[in-house]
C-alpha cells in the first residue's frame, strides 16, 4: 500500500529506468555513447561503391555499477495516540508515502547525502544556462528558456523541472509575433498541468527558489538508471520504548 502511494506522489524518480537488484552490486552494460565525433559507441555508417569491401566495426560499450544502499526511516509514535486515533494507521501509511517519495525526488535531483542516489545537478553531464547580459536579479527571460531547449540533446521524452516560485515569471515569458507587438505565451496549462514550450513542467520544492542556480532545469530522465533492490518493509516494536510508553517503527 505505502509503495503505491509513494509511486503516485513520485515526480522524478517514476521517469528514471528502473532495475531490479537481486544483491547488493548490479553491472549494467550501455553504450560508450558519451561523446558524439565521427561515430556513434563505435559504429559509423559508410558508403560502398559495387564490389567494395565493408569495414567491420566494434561497438564501444561501458558498464554502470549500481550499489545498493538502505534508505530507513526510524519513528517513536506514544501509544495514547495509536489507542486514541482510530485513522492513525492510514495517516501515518499516507506521511509515510509522501516522505520517501519527497526524499527520493529531492536525493536524485540535487540531494547531498553521499549514501544516496548519485544527484543529477552535480553529475559532470550537467550543461549550465547562465542569465543574459544585463538581465535582472530574480528573473527568467525568454532567451534563458530557448538557450536551454537548444543544448537538450534529447527531446522525446525530456521535461521541465522547477521551483514553484518560478512559476510567476514563467507565465509572462512570450515571444513576438510579426510587428504588431502580439505576444505568444510560452507557457500552456490544460487540466491543471503546465507545458513549457510543449513539454511538461514539473512544479517541486526540490529545485532552488528563483533566482538560485539550479531553480529552473530542462532534463530527460530515461538516462538516469535507478536500482530499486526491495521493496518498502515495516518492523514494529514495543521493547525498544516501552518504559516511555513508545512504539518504535522501522520503516
Not at 60 to 89: C, W
Not at 93 to 108: C, E
Not at 145 to 161: C, F
Not at 178 to 192: H, I, K, P
Amino acid at each position: 500500500n505505502i509503495i503505491d502511494q509513494t509511486l503516485k506522489q513520485q515526480l522524478i524518480a517514476t521517469g528514471c529506468r528502473t532495475y531490479p537488484m537481486e544483491y547488493a552490486d548490479l553491472y549494467v552494460p550501455a553504450w560508450d555513447d558519451l561523446t558524439l565525433t565521427d561515430n556513434l559507441a563505435g559504429f559509423k555508417i559508410e558508403w560502398l561503391g559495387e564490389g567494395q569491401t565493408g569495414t567491420k566495426r566494434t561497438g564501444a560499450m561501458r558498464s554502470i555499477h549500481l550499489q545498493s544502499k538502505t534508505g530507513a526511516i526510524y519513528a517513536d509514535v506514544s501509544l495514547e495516540l495509536i489507542q486514541d486515533s482510530p485513522n492513525f494507521e492510514k495517516e501515518l501509511n499516507a506521511i509515510l508515502a509522501k516522505a520517501i517519495a519527497r526524499g527520493l525526488d529531492q536525493q536524485i535531483l540535487r540531494g547531498t547525502d553521499a549514501g544516496g542516489p548519485s544527484p543529477i545537478l552535480t553529475h559532470p553531464c550537467l550543461l549550465s544556462s547562465t542569465k543574459s547580459p544585463g538581465q535582472s536579479a530574480d528573473t527568467i527571460t525568454y532567451a534563458n528558456i530557448a538557450s536551454m531547449y537548444a543544448r537538450q540533446l534529447d527531446h522525446d521524452g525530456a521535461v521541465w523541472v522547477c521551483n514553484h516560485d518560478t512559476l510567476p515569471q514563467l507565465l509572462q515569458l512570450g515571444h513576438p509575433v510579426g510587428t504588431g507587438g502580439s505576444m505568444v505565451s510560452v507557457l500552456s496549462e490544460e487540466s491543471g498541468q503546465y507545458s513549457l514550450l510543449g513539454k511538461k513542467l514539473i512544479l517541486t520544492d526540490a529545485m532552488s527558489t528563483l533566482g538560485d542556480k539550479y531553480d529552473i532545469m530542462y532534463a530527460n530522465f530515461n538516462y538516469y538508471i535507478f536500482g530499486m533492490r526491495k521493496n518498502i518493509s515495516i518492523d514494529v516494536t514495543d521493547a525498544d520504548r516501552w518504559s516511555q510508553r513508545e512504539r518504535s517503527l522501522r520503516i
